[in-house]
């Protein structure tokens, strides 16, 4: 038997994820490389397209994955998690993330094309009126600090020149006082 025929015999000849009945096609998901029953599914035009095409995306047109989600077909649950996740900002597709379960090796599969994948900006270092703090800058305190492990009191209205802000936490910057290195919470200084 075919593939296409088994797939067909699988979805009752409709596609799989939005139920058209017409110019359907055999489709293969990323990163699976060859056809088969369990990594392919089938698709009609409109789905193929917007699945390749993100600009092409109606997220109205995806309202389908309402029902196509609870499929038992590996395939067809890494689409839906797929354009789920594409479409979380409208708000509904969340709810449906939300419900859809994935095993760890059919999540892995649906993340392997970096689907949803978002390049958050790097925290920003904001003095206490949310002004952001660069390396280098000149801030004052806002408040008497104890240092700890010393018997020095940073006073209110201390400059701090040269600041260095600390990779790891944007909570923190690092700046001499009196001659001692000292780190200071961004919330207790303001840019000068």
Same mark, same amino acid.
């Given at each position: ?11 009752? %000849?409709?596609?799989? *994820? ?21 990594? %392919? ?26 029902? %196509? ?26 709810? *449906?993330?939300?419900?859809?379960? /994935? ?29 952001? /703090? ?59």
């Amino acid at each position: 038997m075919s593939l296409l025929k088994a797939l067909e015999d699988r979805s009752n %000849s409709q596609c799989e *994820l939005c139920g058209a009945s017409n110019k359907l096609a055999v489709y293969t998901p990323a990163p699976a490389t060859g056809e088969s029953l369990d990594n %392919s599914l089938l698709a009609c035009e409109s789905c193929r397209t917007q699945i390749d095409d993100p600009a092409s995306t109606d997220s109205n047109h995806w309202r389908c994955l309402n029902d %196509s989600m609870w499929s038992e077909a590996k395939a067809v649950k890494i689409i839906a998690w797929r354009m789920l996740t594409r479409l979380r900002n409208e708000g509904w597709p969340q709810d *449906l993330l939300d419900m859809l379960y /994935l095993d760890e090796e059919t999540l892995a599969l649906a993340r392997a094309t970096g689907e949803g994948e978002t390049q958050e900006a790097d925290p920003k270092h904001l003095d206490c009126n949310g002004v952001e /703090l660069t390396a280098g800058d000149s801030v004052v305190l806002i408040k008497d600090l104890d240092v700890k492990g010393s018997s020095l009191t940073a006073k209110r209205g201390t400059a701090v020149r040269n600041i260095r802000l600390d990779p790891d936490n944007h909570e923190f910057i690092e700046g001499k006082v009196d001659g001692q290195q000292i780190v200071i919470l961004t919330k207790f200084v303001k840019k000068s």
